[in-house]
């Protein structure tokens, strides 16, 4: 038993400081679960782990200021929220770092194919939507999709109008895309209403991508109509 223990106490140090692991995290056999539940519970309530939730801990940071143990930093805490529920951070806090709104979020959003309801971890307000798109090989193209998600909700980002995150979508990040780049926009965009595709086609005519705009609005029916509220300027 004190070599077992010895062995998860030094997987844990091995963990980087700041980051939330779990059960999965380490290496042990399964009927060991009981017994590595005590241990970390025990290593909790000596300050050598802090308990994030059930099953989920972190070894806190010390200052380098005397200020004592850090708590978890946001960006870790993201990254936990965001396996834990499958997912990625979209929604306005996400559209004020891109620069689409100058208003500041209170409520996390994350988009994942199984949405829960809204809840709170931490000091985090957490909101979750359905992900219109989670067929993707790797994060690269998550900025695209946070993209997409902005022409989703281009009537209901704070701050701003329709015409507003229409007229900066299009000059601060299509115009600025390469033609791969774009086809990765298309290619995402088939997974989204129709709306969101219509706006797409409308940008990707603005900047003169006719052959991609062809084909993004043979994915809309001929019949469809729209009530948007922007207006389409050539450049």
Same mark, same amino acid.
């Given at each position: 038993?004190?070599? @077992?223990?010895?062995?998860?106490? &030094?997987q844990?140090?091995?963990?980087?400081t &700041?980051?939330? @692991?779990?059960?999965?995290?380490?290496?042990?056999?399964?009927?060991?679960t009981?017994?590595?539940a005590?241990?970390?519970?025990?290593? /909790?309530? $000596? &300050?050598v782990?802090?308990?994030?939730?059930?099953?989920?801990?972190? =070894?806190?940071?010390k /200052?380098?200021? &005397?200020?004592?143990?850090?708590?978890?930093?946001?960006?870790?805490?993201?990254?936990?929220?965001?396996?834990?529920?499958?997912g990625?951070?979209?929604?306005a806090? +996400?559209?004020?770092?891109?620069?689409?709104?100058?208003?500041?979020?209170?409520?996390i959003?994350?988009?994942?194919?199984?949405?829960?309801? =809204?809840?709170?971890f931490k000091?985090?307000?957490?909101?979750?939507?359905k992900?219109?798109?989670?067929?993707?090989?790797?994060? /690269?193209?998550?900025?695209?999709?946070?993209? !997409?998600?902005?022409?989703?909700?281009?009537?209901?980002?704070?701050?701003?109008?329709?015409?507003?995150?229409?007229? =900066? +979508?299009?000059?601060q990040? @299509?115009?600025?895309? /390469?033609?791969?780049?774009l086809?990765?926009i298309?290619?995402?965009?088939?997974?989204?209403?129709? =709306?969101?595709? $219509?706006?797409?086609?409308?940008?990707?005519?603005?900047?003169?991508?006719?052959?991609?705009?062809t084909?993004m609005?043979?994915?809309? !029916?001929?019949?469809t109509?729209f009530n948007?509220?922007?207006? +389409?300027?050539?450049?």
């Open positions: 038993m004190a070599s @077992f223990r010895k062995e998860i106490l &030094g844990i140090e091995r963990i980087d &700041g980051r939330i @692991f779990t059960f999965r995290d380490l290496s042990f056999e399964t009927e060991k009981a017994n590595v005590v241990l970390l519970s025990e290593q /909790s309530r $000596k &300050g782990l802090v308990r994030v939730e059930k099953g989920a801990y972190y =070894r806190p940071k /200052s380098v200021l &005397g200020l004592g143990k850090l708590p978890v930093y946001q960006d870790e805490q993201f990254r936990y929220l965001t396996e834990k529920l499958n990625y951070i979209t929604g806090y +996400v559209y004020n770092k891109m620069g689409l709104t100058e208003q500041v979020a209170t409520t959003t994350i988009a994942t194919p199984n949405p829960v309801r =809204r809840f709170r000091n985090l307000d957490i909101e979750c939507v992900a219109y798109c989670m067929d993707y090989p790797d994060e /690269s193209l998550v900025p695209y999709l946070r993209l !997409l998600d902005a022409i989703k909700d281009m009537k209901r980002i704070p701050g701003t109008t329709g015409q507003d995150i229409y007229n =900066r +979508v299009k000059s990040y @299509f115009n600025g895309y /390469s033609l791969p780049e086809e990765k298309v290619s995402l965009a088939k997974s989204y209403p129709p =709306r969101v595709r $219509k706006v797409v086609a409308d940008i990707l005519g603005d900047i003169r991508q006719t052959v991609l705009q084909e609005a043979k994915t809309i !029916l001929p019949t109509r948007m509220n922007y207006q +389409v300027y050539k450049t």
